[in-house]
């Protein structure tokens, strides 16, 4: 048996480290509330893209990376990550197929997820949000899902990342 070789795993590890640096741009107040979730639209690429090396794995690692970065409680993201880690990958093939629109909707649903998960940790902490704005991250995540899907498929693709 022929042992995997994996080219340009480096490009993979740049993605998270630039979908983290912008999780933690310093933005304005009004845009705050409408920051995308940089990390979970990588995590959710490379889990459709490479189901077999990113996974539920590195959905944790992100997750506890997140909750350190943010001062969060410890595995509130790396719940929400690793649940959307694991069903990505077990449904990569169907969401491969569906046009980029479909998939926009799909990642708001799972942006939906995070929150609600979010949400409920942070009521059980006794520090819930109150507004309906709290929401609004889904949207800005899931418009800007077409976007973000073209430049790590054509990274993908220039660097032969498998």
């Known amino acids: 048996?022929?042992?995997?070789?994996?080219?340009?795993?480096?490009?993979?590890?740049?993605?998270?480290?630039?979908?983290?640096?912008?999780?933690?741009?310093?933005?304005?107040?009004?845009?705050?509330?409408?920051?995308?979730?940089?990390?979970?639209?990588?995590?959710?690429?490379?889990?459709?893209?490479?189901?077999?090396?990113?996974?539920?794995?590195?959905?944790?690692?992100?997750?506890?990376?997140?909750?350190?970065?943010?001062?969060?409680?410890?595995?509130q993201h790396a719940l929400s990550l690793t649940l959307i880690a694991y069903v990505v990958t077990m449904l990569y093939q169907r969401l491969r197929l569906f046009p980029q629109s479909q998939q926009a909707i799909l990642v708001a649903l799972f942006i939906f997820m995070q929150l609600l998960i979010s949400l409920w940790i942070k009521g059980a902490t006794d520090a819930a949000p109150h507004r309906w704005s709290y929401w609004l991250t889904a949207i800005s995540t899931a418009l800007l899902w077409p976007w973000i899907f073209m430049l790590l498929r054509d990274l993908r693709r220039r660097f032969q990342v498998t």
């Open 1 to 75: 048996m022929t042992p995997v070789k994996h080219n340009a795993g480096w490009v993979i590890a740049v993605s998270f480290v630039v979908a983290l640096m912008l999780t933690l741009m310093p933005l304005p107040e009004w845009a705050r509330i409408i920051r995308p979730q940089w990390v979970t639209m990588v995590l959710i690429y490379w889990c459709m893209a490479l189901p077999g090396r990113i996974g539920v794995g590195w959905g944790w690692g992100m997750g506890l990376l997140l909750d350190v970065v943010n001062g969060s409680v410890l595995g």
